[in-house]
Structures are given as C-alpha cells and as structure tokens.
C-alpha cells in the first residue's frame, strides 16, 4: 500500500500523559501537513513540514504541541500534557515535491485521540 | 483570517437527481481549489481540483469556479445512495478548509 499511513488509529491517554502520533508520507512525497478535526467540526489546519524544515506552523497551539519530519522516519506530532480538549482525530497529509498550486494532498487514515 | 463557508445541510436528494453542493471563500488571492468527501469515521478523499474559472468535468462530477464571485460549487449528477456523505471544500495552497455540507441521497 503506498498510500499515507498513520499510527496508532486510536489511541487512549489519561490527562497529563503523553501522545505521540506518527505519519509517514506516500512514496515519493516529501511534504506533510497535519491537520485536527473536532466533533462536528471541519479540518483545522495545524503545521507543514518538509524534511528536517517546518514550513507553516501557523495553526499549532502555542504550547503543548510540537511536530517533527526528521531525514529517516516517519513524521511525528507530539501533544505533551493532555487535555480532555485535545480529543479529536488528527490527520496527516502529503503531497509531493515542487511546490506550486498544483500540489494535491492525499490523506492518511487519521488517528484518534480520546483523553480520559 | 481567511474563511471558507459551506452549508452544513443535510442536503437531501432523492437517487437519480443532481445533487448541488456550494462554497463562498473570502482570499480573493486564492488560486486553488479542491472538493473532498468524508464518509462518517473515514478521512478526506480527494474528488476534484480546480484552478481556473469554468467547469471542470470528471465522470459524474463536475466543479465549477468564478473567481469574481469567490464561489466555487460541485455537481454530482445521477446521484446514488453511496454518495452519501460530507462533502469538504478547500481553498488555497495550504488549503482552508470549510465545515463540509453533510449530503444524503436517498432510494
């Protein structure tokens, strides 16, 4: 399967804890975008990232929240201290090289994050 | 801050008709434009992409776009039951996104 892949699909932390969510991009892609829905909410954009560069971190909240593409692995977002706020499904996106208004992004599975 | 608005519906349509679905956006600037469906749980799929003004066709879809208006729309013709979703349309090159007109096409 070539397409955009996220892990874990769900995920359950306690308020306080730790997540981390992980995207790896569609072959050949090299820039990924992660983006939050709510609960009857539409898709919030949070960061863009290429390799080793965050682009466009406009959408992240100011604290708490931390995202990485590193030069090996998948991409990762980071939520330090949950809250019960955070739950939501978290989704990563790609597309690929060259930039422009062309650019199309495909999506990942997402993941879901309930804080109990 | 730049919006893009969408009915939220539902916007029912019974099988077999055409089925509407519109988006206002407010970056006059904007130079792309797609239309996504989510199935309920699921993420975003791609359906169309538009750039220029006019219509675009792709099988049963067709996007259509007007600049001067910032108005984008997709119409989904002979519509079945398995169209039913939320539909999301999506402005710019870090696209905004608007709340999705959720569409029920029923037998």
């Known amino acids: 399967n070539a397409g955009v892949m996220q892990n874990p699909r769900h995920l359950v932390r306690r308020r306080g804890q730790e997540a981390r969510l992980r995207c790896s991009p569609m072959?050949?892609?090299?820039?990924v975008y992660w983006y939050r829905q709510l609960p009857e909410e539409g898709l919030k954009f949070m960061v863009y990232?290429?390799?080793?560069?965050?682009?466009?971190e406009s959408g992240m909240p100011k604290e708490r929240f931390s995202a990485e593409f590193p030069k090996e692995g998948p991409s990762i977002l980071r939520i330090q201290q949950v809250v019960r706020g955070d739950s939501a499904a978290y989704f990563c996106?790609?597309?690929?090289?060259?930039?422009?208004?062309?650019?199309?992004?495909?999506f990942g599975p997402g993941t879901r994050l309930t804080v109990l | 801050q730049k919006e893009v608005e969408q009915n939220s519906g539902p916007l029912s349509v019974p099988e077999g008709a055409i089925a509407s679905l519109n988006c206002t956006y407010s970056?006059?600037?904007?130079?792309?434009f797609f239309w996504y469906r989510q199935y309920s749980g699921k993420s975003p799929e791609l359906i169309m992409s538009?750039?220029?003004?006019g219509d675009k066709e792709d099988g049963r879809f067709t996007a259509q776009l007007n600049k001067a208006s910032q108005y984008v729309s997709l119409l989904i013709r002979d519509s079945q039951p398995s169209d039913s979703a939320t539909y999301l349309c999506?402005?710019?090159?870090?696209?905004?996104f608007g709340r999705g007109t959720s569409l029920i096409v029923h037998p």
């Open positions: 072959k050949g892609h090299s820039h």
């Open positions: 990232l290429q390799k080793e560069n965050i682009i466009d």
């Open positions: 538009i750039y220029s003004n």
């Open positions: 999506a402005v710019g090159y870090i696209p905004t």
């Open positions: 970056d006059r600037g904007s130079q792309s």
């Open positions: 996106a790609s597309s690929p090289p060259g930039g422009g208004r062309t650019d199309t992004q495909y």
